[in-house]
């Protein structure tokens, strides 16, 4: 028996019905799904947003969906998210008082409205140019508002075409607007705690360097209050009572997004001026907040800017961190702080307190190798020269784990984990490092590398090894910029020696002047001749073979530098003092030398 079709085409219509509502079920559950999914991550409240929005228009017909966040600072509903690509180039620009337009009544009233057509003909339309909502015929608009609570936004849904939203859409985007208050109210309870949380571990979270010196905690305390705060650019400035050099820079920390060229020329900001003179090369119009913290006294001022107004909440954050950075600064400021590493390790009273001060520093126990890199007094003529060699050894530091780098003026330690396959890749970065620096200080620098320290005891003279190196270093110049303790350790004695053969040393020299002053008149090498002699223990047959003349010649000359220096060469003393003295004369006049070479060359 046939089925009347008029029953057919009845039952048809009641199966797409079903359909229809299964599938809008189906897709209202998906999408509460994902955004309670997202809820319970508790990210951030603008990616939460974010991600609604996309939900819902995937879910619906929208060619267009915005969230305006409620801001109570400045009592504006907010452009905070669009989806569609003009739009969103407006996101932060676009700002409604409760009442008006569509969407600014919604959040007033608390109520969802719908319009299925010719939405610019509604009293209430207020039209953007720069939202194009001309293209736009219906749009479906939800406060979002936890209920009871206040109001959290409008989420608002557009389409090209009349009447394109049902009634399922409707309750889907009311259902996504309250699902979105408490989610934010959530993000928003998250985020807050977070804050708090960083606040209260502020200076336990700070780098292990950052007490290593005044300038690295100020540098350190401004970025860690720049990323807090979310600003662009934070400074933070010392008063001079605060510094025990006046010489510390301030601290300038920048978001990602600024500009290099900008983050390149604050290295150069000194004055409080050139503070205002950066900020505005960031971006006019930005919002300014500054707090003094010091307790019985200003010890400076941290300034943040961004283009948002700050909130209570950001100026609580901020005030706090401050208090927190004053105690770090006031600890830093004392003359103690400024003692290179060696002279804070010898004054330790124990060796626990100074293994602390190491762990403090970043140092890990194990084999270390210290550096002493030193600025010579003549080249430190200004703070950023010592400022560009801390920065240098701070970039070489890159590529080594666990470096500890401690800068007090004009010496930078620098203590090394020992670790004998990365050691020749790090002595050679270090070399090519001194050796640029050298260049941009015309010969300033050097360095010094100490014996590996196999613990906290051992530290002491492993830097002052090291510093002697560095000394040595300084006297060899371009020869030895760089110079290892193992390289001058069996001269340890030598000062002492020096001292004691002093006297006739002196002696000897003034004699022999009187040879060099010979050679540089006549172009000789008499003193030349003297050296090779002495250093043969005055034996004529060894001389004669080393400067290949015959042993006639040899005592000719010999006889010539016997009137010069007024007696017998036998007679000049110790023959090693002698030799020595002929030795530092001829280093000591290096055209005497040229001279001699070229009368070598030339068979003279």
């Known amino acids: 028996m046939s089925v009347p079709t008029q029953d057919s085409g009845g039952f048809k219509a009641q199966l797409d019905q079903m359909t229809e509502k299964l599938v809008a079920v189906e897709r209202r559950a998906e999408t509460l799904a994902e955004l309670n999914r997202l809820m319970v991550q508790g990210g951030d409240p603008t990616a939460l947003v974010q991600r609604a929005v996309d939900l819902v228009k995937r879910a619906t017909k929208a060619a267009g969906t915005f969230v305006y966040i409620w801001d109570p600072e400045i009592e504006r509903l907010v452009l905070r998210v669009a989806t569609t690509g003009r739009q969103a180039a407006h996101v932060g620009e676009i700002q409604l008082r409760l009442g008006e337009g569509v969407t600014g009544w919604t959040g007033l009233m608390r109520q969802t409205v719908r319009l299925d057509e010719d939405i610019q003909s509604d009293p209430r339309f207020v039209n953007f140019s720069v939202l194009e909502e001309h293209q736009f015929h219906c ?91 979310d600003a662009a650019f934070c400074s933070l400035e010392l008063a001079e009572r605060g510094t025990p050099d006046g010489n510390v820079r301030p601290g300038l920390a ?36 500054t707090i003094s913290f010091g307790t019985l006294f200003p010890l400076g001022a941290i300034t943040c800017y961004r283009a948002r107004p700050f909130t209570e909440a950001d100026k609580g954050i901020v005030d706090a961190l401050a208090a927190q950075a004053a105690t770090l600064v006031s600890s830093l400021s004392c003359p103690a702080m400024t003692t290179p590493l060696a002279g804070r390790l010898a004054g330790a009273p124990t060796r626990e307190s100074a293994d602390r001060l190491l762990r403090d520093l970043g140092w890990r126990p194990g084999p270390t190798q ?76 050097t360095a010094g590398i100490g014996p590996v320290a196999n613990d906290v005891s051992d530290l002491v003279s492993a830097l002052e090894s090291a510093e002697t190196a560095g000394a040595w270093a300084q006297l060899l110049g371009d020869r030895g910029s760089v110079a290892h303790h193992e390289d001058f350790a069996h001269l340890r004695l030598l000062p002492r020696v020096a001292l004691d053969i002093g ?41 004669a073979s080393d400067l290949f003349i015959h042993r006639n010649t040899l005592r000719q000359r010999l006889g010539r530098i016997e009137e010069l220096v007024g007696r017998p060469v036998e007679g000049l003393g110790d023959w090693a003092v002698a030799a020595l003295a002929a030795r530092l004369a001829l280093a000591g006049e290096p055209r005497l030398v040229r001279t001699q070479a070229r009368n070598a060359a030339s068979g003279e």
Request: proline fraction near 4%.
């Open 139 to 229: 749009m479906v608009a939800v406060p979002v508002a936890v209920p009871g609570g206040e109001l959290l936004g409008v989420f608002s849904l557009y389409a090209g075409e009349p009447a394109a939203f049902d009634t399922h859409d409707v309750e889907l985007a009311t259902e996504v607007g309250s699902l979105l208050a408490n989610g934010l109210v959530h993000a928003q309870t998250v985020k807050d705690l977070r804050r708090e949380s960083a606040v209260s571990r502020f200076l336990m979270t700070l780098p292990a360097d950052a007490t290593s010196s005044l300038q690295r905690c100020v540098d350190v305390i401004a970025e860690a209050i720049r990323d807090q705060a």
């Open 254 to 289: 920048f978001a990602d997004d600024v500009d290099n060229a900008v983050v390149v020329s604050a290295r150069s900001v000194r004055a409080r001026a050139e503070l205002h003179d950066l900020a505005q090369q960031i971006g006019s119009g930005l919002e300014k907040l």
């Open 370 to 445: 210290p550096v002493q890199v030193q600025v010579s007094g003549t080249r430190y003529t200004t703070p950023s020269a010592f400022e560009r060699v801390v920065d240098a050894l701070r970039e070489m530091r890159g590529g080594i784990e666990g470096m500890v780098l401690v800068p007090s003026a004009p010496v930078v330690s620098l203590l090394v984990p020992y670790q004998p396959e990365q050691w020749k890749g790090f002595e050679h970065a270090l070399r090519t490092t001194i050796r640029q620096l050298r260049t941009e200080s015309n010969g300033g620098v």
């Open 503 to 543: 006297e006739d040393l002196r002696d000897v020299l003034t004699r022999i002047s009187e040879v060099i002053r010979y050679d540089l008149r006549n172009g000789t090498a008499l003193a030349s001749t003297l050296e090779d002699y002495l250093a043969n223990r005055c034996s004529v047959t060894d001389t």
